[in-house]
T-cell receptor, first 112, second 114 residues
Framework: GENVEQHPSTLSVQEGDSAVIKCTYS??????FPWYKQELGKRPQLIIDIRSNVGEKKDQRIAVTLNKTAKHFSLHITETQPEDSAVYFC???????????FGQGTTLQVKP | NAGVMQNPRHLVRRRGQEARLRCSPM?????VYWYRQLPEEGLKFMVYLQKENIIDESGMPKERFSAEFPKEGPSILRIQQVVRGDSAAYFCASSQVQGGYEQYFGPGTRLTVT
């Protein structure tokens, strides 16, 4: 069935360092890959997304890469700041179904 | 431009009671998705609805759970005869079109079953 694996489950970095979170998906029909940031007790917030016809997308300090052949996609955060500390979820979706299949989440801690 | 609205934000029910969770999508959005987040866990898809239609309910438990999105009014997720294991945060999300497009989440309803 459809599955998204996310690693690592926890990540601790020093302020200013980079953070990388990786996901793999199983459904070949997946063509949309969003990333959400969730702070404690809050809603998931869409921070960046990528579609299958693009290999890389960047928005200021955040970038996402997609390797469709290997079914991998990754989130890169550069120059991390304490306010980047949160749980990050990757997800995959296809045009056929619409539903998001989420990874297990990565708790990112940025130490000042 | 109001975002996705959910109410109530917090709901306490005793075992055996019914819980009704409501979701109003963003203006212009006709696709609604419900997700459940158990404590310390990720988000799991439950059901996908368009106006007056259930498109995909593959994530819904077979018993006690139902959902609707009437022609007028909010989408409703109904849980009958709640049990302690139903305690979770229930989020709805809306999108403008099906699949492959941004889904925006509401603030969630935190259900506690005592």
């Amino acid at each position: 069935g459809e599955n998204v694996e996310q690693h690592p489950s926890t990540l601790s970095v020093q302020e200013g360092d980079s953070a990388v979170i990786k996901c793999t998906y199983s459904d070949s029909a997946s063509n949309y890959f969003p990333w959400y940031k969730q702070e404690l007790g809050k809603r998931p917030q869409l921070i960046i997304d990528i579609r299958s016809n693009v290999g890389e997308k960047k928005d200021q300090r955040i970038a996402v890469t997609l390797n469709k052949t290997a079914k991998h996609f990754s989130l890169h955060i550069t120059e991390t700041q304490p306010e980047d500390s949160a749980v990050y979820f990757c997800a995959a979706s296809s045009s056929n179904t619409g539903k998001l299949i989420f990874g297990q989440g990565t708790t990112l801690q940025v130490k000042p | 431009n109001a975002g996705v609205m959910q109410n109530p934000r917090h709901l306490v029910r005793r075992r055996g009671q019914e819980a009704r969770l409501r979701c109003s999508p963003m203006k212009g959005h006709s696709h609604v998705y419900w997700y459940r987040q158990l404590p310390e866990e990720g988000l799991k898809f439950m059901v996908y609805l368009q106006k007056e239609n259930i498109i995909d309910e593959s994530g819904m438990p077979k018993e006690r759970f139902s959902a609707e999105f009437p022609k007028e009014g909010p989408s409703i997720l109904r849980i009958q005869q709640v049990v302690r294991g139903d305690s979770a945060a229930y989020f709805c999300a809306s999108s403008q079109v099906q699949g492959g497009y941004e889904q925006y989440f509401g603030p969630g309803t935190r259900l506690t079953v005592t």
